[in-house]
């Protein structure tokens, strides 16, 4: 590293030691967005508040409903005496799922009939109901699985056939724990947003303070300026990757399963792509304000939406799946949960990197020559 990079990243230490706003940025926004995200947002459906009407009151009825209680997704909070109570309970928000069990329940089981029973599911969630629908499914199916086994095993002298027994098996999330999906995402969107916010500010602040003019009939290549005001921002970003990587550990369980090199290479990859992102918006703009918002409205939305951090892309429409290719954080988010989660090597995700220096390669390229037609050339 050459003495022109060496002095720009030491003076650009001393101002972000002064920035309060740049401290803020990358110090306590990523330590907020962990505990906002890690414990606010969060997929897992426990709990659920359930009511029943069992107009049976049979041995085959309380089977049914015991699988409900001892799943260990539902609380039974209400056993109704009328199925009037339901559309109360299920307005105001008492419960979200609501059983009716009709009197002929038994006798259609025994009789080897199929047997109905009403479950009734608040859907003002749409994800958290998909979510109960599911669980409503495997319990059903267990419980029929399990009559069929006991009570139609035999028929006079002919056996019937048992169903389909499957044992399904989770990889890589037995729990279907949200943090082991979200953390990594968190990764992405911290990292994104703070670096390219605090670096848009660096060299807009040299022109407000009116030391960019001296910077122009310096000897500093555009290449080493934009280096040499990089590297206090990497180095504050590779503490807040760190950071967050112990408190989603510490605080939720998420570990990191595969190569911690790959993940430091990968992390170095994304960290070039939003500096120099940063960069441009910074050669772009006359203030800090309008690169700030510049910033924000760049990084914020597109990694959170676009980039698969809580939405899947392949749920989305094909003309908006088009649109997060040009996402940086798509193809490091795919990457690091190949790493963080599944812990394979980079046979599985070395298109991602490669995206990724394609990426920090044309922004390079992008902010160098911005610089120089700017008239900010090495004298």
């Known amino acids: 590293m050459s003495n022109r990079i060496i002095s720009i990243a030491r003076k650009e230490f001393r101002q972000v030691g002064r920035d309060r ?57 209400y056993y109704l005496d009328s199925p009037n109570e ?22 259609r089981i025994m009789n080897g009939l199929d047997a109905s029973v009403q479950v009734l599911i608040d859907g003002a969630n749409a994800s958290a109901a998909a979510t109960v629908t599911g669980y409503v499914n495997t319990i059903v199916q267990d419980y029929t699985r399990d009559l069929m086994s006991d009570v139609l095993l035999t028929d006079g002298e002919n056996i019937r056939a048992q169903p389909i027994e499957y044992h399904p098996r989770i990889w890589y999330n037995p729990e279907l724990r949200s943090p082991m999906f979200l953390i990594p995402g968190l990764i992405a969107f911290i990292l994104m947003v703070t670096s390219t916010v605090a670096t848009s500010l660096s060299i807009v602040r040299e022109k407000e303070l009116g030391t960019m003019e001296q910077i122009a009939v310096s000897p500093v290549h555009p290449a080493e300026l934009i280096i040499g005001k990089m590297v206090p921002y990497v180095l504050t970003s590779i503490v807040s990757t760190i950071f967050i990587l112990i408190g989603g550990y510490v605080l939720f369980g998420v570990g990191v399963a595969g190569s911690f090199l790959m993940l430091s290479v990968l992390v170095l990859l994304f960290l070039f792509v939003a500096l120099t992102w940063g960069v441009i918006i910074s050669t772009t703009s006359k203030t800090q304000q309008v690169a700030f918002m510049k910033a924000l409205t760049t990084t914020m939305l597109p990694t959170f939406i676009l980039s698969g951090f809580v939405f899947p892309i392949h749920n989305m429409p094909v003309a908006i799946q088009a649109v997060t290719y040009l996402v940086p954080a798509r193809y490091f988010l795919e990457a690091l949960r190949a790493i963080m989660i599944k812990g394979i090597d980079v046979t599985a995700y070395w298109e991602q990197i490669i995206a990724l220096l394609i990426f920090g390669t044309v922004l390079v390229l992008a902010s160098t020559i911005r610089m120089i037609k700017q008239g900010y050339s090495a004298s």
Do not use: T, W
């Not at 906002?36 to 085959?60: E, H, P, T």
């Not at 339901?86 to 006798?107: G, H, M, Q, Y």
């Open 86 to 107: 339901i559309d109360r309970l299920l307005d105001r928000e008492i419960v979200r799922i609501a059983i009716v069990i009709p009197p002929d329940f038994s006798k």
């Open 21 to 77: 706003r740049s401290l803020g940025i990358l110090i306590f926004v990523p330590a907020f967005m962990l505990m906002m995200f890690g414990y606010a947002v969060d997929f897992d459906v426990r709990d659920v508040a359930l009511a029943v009407y069992d107009d049976d009151n049979s041995i085959q009825s309380r089977e049914l409903i015991e699988k409900f209680v001892h799943s260990g997704y539902f609380n039974l909070k």
